[in-house]
């Protein structure tokens, strides 16, 4: 067993949270900072695919997840005028779905409450301003003065890290020049699974989120110089971008798009830093390491998947230096590849919408390789 028994995380997030969950259960004291005063989760829904149930499996959380949210199987992909010509996803994994669609603000609850259940100390509204990093411990200043020494520190503070900026240097996201725009609705009751209309120049999706709603996804190419959008151009601009769909389910909730202040829209970036992934007792998970975008939907499942990694290899390994080692080398590969491929996709729509995808290029099936191999075991 590790030597590790104090562990500070930065950042309650999905990866924060789960990583909090899984060392408590191992006997761990858990100290999770958090840079906001309250938890007001950003975004709408989120799609997990199996292998983030799984993970959320491992926590024993993916039965209440699938409770309050809403499993489905395949996607149906569909031409803007809603014909479907295929479906995509992941296989099942044993007796979890392909996927499962559930608001962003349940999936938090969930976590927090089984954190706070395990006996997880949150210290709200502060992060990390001093980090003192040695070989067996480390000390931290917080922004609020107060001091701390810690076995390890778990950096989960998301693209921006502190964290990473702190102890690793400066790595900053790379925008993509696509971005997400999301909008929660009352679920039609014809939507029984995921479904994906493919545009001249853009796409969108409609995923049931709970048994009462759903919500929808649009993914656009906003322009090399990623403008801001202020918040009264935000309905009328979304509706503009789906005005080329005739998807009689699209058309039934264009004109419920009416609130600025539901539309969720984010410009899309990514962000991968090379091995290690750790710096004596400081160590990286989730978006402040390997930050993607949502073409495969597998963002919330890396950090997941990370957290169950990482704590099992604290709980069997004696030397935390080579359990941060093992980690790494765990992870690295899988979660490059579900980056790369994920803007090897938005790259390749990109192209489709200029009319200028090259011949023979098939984006359902890259898109399905990938997916293949997330649902083998980490």
Known sequence: ??????????????????????????????????????????????????NALRALDALGLADEAMRRGSPYGLVKMCTAAGHVFTQVGVPPIGRLPSHNGISRRILHEILY??????????????????????????????????????????????????????????YKPRYTNESVWRYPFKRLPELETGYMFMGKRSKVGLIPMTADTMYMFLVTSEGEDNPFIPEEELVPRMKAWLEEYSAPMVQKVINEITDPKKVVYRPLEVLFVPAPWYKNRVVLIGDSVHATIPQLGQGAGLALEDSIVLAELLQKENDVTVALQQFTDRRIARCKMVVDVSVQVGELEQLDWKGQLPEGINIGAIMGKALGEMMQPI
């Open 1 to 50: 067993m590790s030597t590790v028994r104090n562990v500070l995380i930065v950042g309650g997030g999905i990866g924060g949270l789960s990583s909090g969950i899984a060392l408590a259960r191992n006997g761990c004291s858990v100290t999770i900072a958090e840079l906001h005063q309250e938890f007001n989760v950003y975004g709408v829904g989120i799609i997990q695919p199996a």
């Open 113 to 170: 409450e089984e954190a706070v259940k395990q006996g997880v100390v949150f210290k709200m509204g502060m992060s990390v301003a001093v980090i003192e990093n040695k070989a067996d411990e480390v000390g931290v200043q917080f922004t609020d003065g107060t001091t701390g020494t810690f076995d390890l520190l778990i950096g989960a503070d998301g693209v921006y890290s502190k964290v990473r900026s702190l102890m690793f240097g400066q």
